[in-house]
């Protein structure tokens, strides 16, 4: 089954993540086809919104564990290469020369406030978990942190990145990550469609070039930022804190760092 779906219905392209049996979780298979899906929507001029959602229960659990720690075995330089195609990802989605309209259900955490923040409209369900939780497991938030800055603020960030703490929807709108919240996924669906409605009543060549605008005023990451981002965590991934993070996690035990001192 297809990690990640895209149905084009009219304007309107719908990308649904897809990999159920892990809660949406990235890994490069995943990566590469949402990357693939995107440059089919960037090319087609039929095009006007595109709207991101997920099957299951959970928007994404964020990085597939069992391919960080596979990739944890192999070199830096591996590494490095591997979140480059995060990073292109992150960045295409970002800058797509569509709006985007993200709706997010249960739990979105990791690199799906990545993808969260890349969108242009945030939609949730009241009852959607958010959480920035690489620290847990000796990691950082590196690739997706251009854009989380841009859509939660400095402020925040200096928190959350830190903290690792889950956080609610109706929080997650306070700090400007989400727009909206809705009491089911039935009433997110019928904004979502009436959203899309609205730009696609709107010039498309105004509506790109507004996109474009905000990019370009805004400046949220240089070429420098995204190299930066992406070796430091390729970095973290070899080390052998990432490692005992990861470890520790799909063992179900507690990393080295948490555990009381013998002295």
């Known amino acids: ?35 693939q899906h995107l440059d089919d929507i960037s090319a087609d001029n039929n095009l006007r919104v595109v709207i991101l959602l997920a099957n ?29 195609r995060l990073a292109e990802l992150m960045y295409k989605l970002n800058y797509l020369n569509k709006p985007t309209i993200v709706m997010t259900k249960g739990s979105a955490f990791g690199g799906a406030v990545g993808l969260i923040s890349c969108c242009d409209i945030a939609l949730a369900t009241d009852s959607a978990k958010f959480c920035l939780s690489e620290v847990k497991i000796g990691l950082s938030p590196a690739v997706i942190s251009p854009f989380v800055l841009a859509a939660m603020g400095a402020r925040a960030c200096r928190r959350y990145f830190l903290s690792g703490e889950v956080f609610d929807a109706q929080h997650a709108k306070l700090l400007g990550l989400i727009h909206e919240t809705f009491a089911d996924e039935t009433a ?30 805004a400046e949220p990451a240089d070429d420098k930022v995204r190299q930066y981002t992406v070796d430091l965590i390729a970095r973290l991934r070899v080390s052998p804190e990432g490692q005992e993070g990861l470890s520790a996690f799909l063992e179900k035990r507690q990393a080295s760092w948490s555990e009381p001192s013998h002295d």
């Open 1 to 35: 089954m297809e990690k990640i779906l895209l149905k084009k219905q009219g304007q309107v392209a719908w990308l649904t993540l897809n990999r159920v049996d892990v809660h949406n979780a990235f890994d490069d298979e995943f990566i590469e086809l949402f990357i």
């Open 56 to 84: 299951g229960k959970h928007f994404s659990a964020g990085a597939d564990l069992a391919w960080m720690k596979r990739m944890g075995q192999l070199s830096e330089e591996q590494n490095r290469a591997d979140a480059q």
């Open 188 to 217: 997110m669906a019928e904004k979502a469609a009436q959203l899309s409605q609205h730009i696609c009543a709107n010039g498309p060549a105004a509506v790109q070039a507004s996109k474009t605008l905000i990019h370009t005023v």
